[in-house]
């Protein structure tokens, strides 16, 4: 006796909820009846994207005329001077990477740590934007530190560091194990 009332009290609340439901589904029909009906966007309207630039095309990219090369030199730990032509915009140390110049860039130029260590050598650090405060505060970790002591990662080529020079330093705290090689990826 007691099962039987179980099942006709609990047909009765699912008969209840299913009534209110109802209920509620005539009225939302009722109001949304005065509203406009949703349409879809024109296809002027529709998102439009500029082409698509994978991480790190730019970096491989040549320049497109003579003006907008920039000529840098890397000197390594052991005074070997390299010579690339990079063009404005490239970040020195994505463009070491291309000219496959041990500068390792751990953090992938997130600022996060000090592997892309350089020294700007002559008047071209002046001509460097200042750094900025959290780039300061890891240079202050840096071993070596000089006053001309910047992150490769944070100098961005323009028409007015052509000629630049970037002395590594003779360590860093390298954050790969040793004998690793740094390669783009």
């Not at 047909?11 to 879809?40: A, E, G």
């Not at 010579?83 to 600022?111: F, P, Q, T, W």
């Not at 592997?115 to 970790?141: R, S, W």
Request: net charge negative; charged share 25%; with cysteine.
């Amino acid at each position: 006796v007691d099962g039987a009332k179980t099942n006709i009290s609990c047909f009765i609340i699912t008969s209840k909820i299913i009534k209110m439901i109802r209920l509620m589904l005539r009225q939302f029909r009722n109001i949304s009846h005065n509203y406009p009906p949703i349409r879809p966007l024109p296809s002027s309207r529709w998102m439009h994207t500029t082409n698509t630039l994978l991480h790190g095309e730019y970096e491989w990219q040549d320049p497109k005329s003579d003006d907008e090369i920039v000529r840098v030199t890397y000197i390594d730990k052991d005074g070997k001077r390299t010579e690339v032509k990079g063009k404005v915009g490239d970040n020195v140390l994505y463009l070491a990477h291309r000219y496959g110049i041990e500068m390792e860039g751990a953090c992938e130029a997130s600022l996060a740590c000090t592997t892309c260590h350089v020294y700007v050598i002559g008047n071209h650090f002046d001509q460097l934007p200042e750094a900025d405060e959290k780039e300061d505060d890891l240079l202050d970790m840096a071993p070596f530190l000089r006053e001309n002591s910047r992150l490769g990662c944070q100098i961005v080529l323009t028409k007015e560091l052509d000629g630049l020079e970037l002395q590594l330093p003779s360590a860093t705290r390298n954050f790969y194990v040793d004998g690793h090689k740094p390669k783009p990826h």
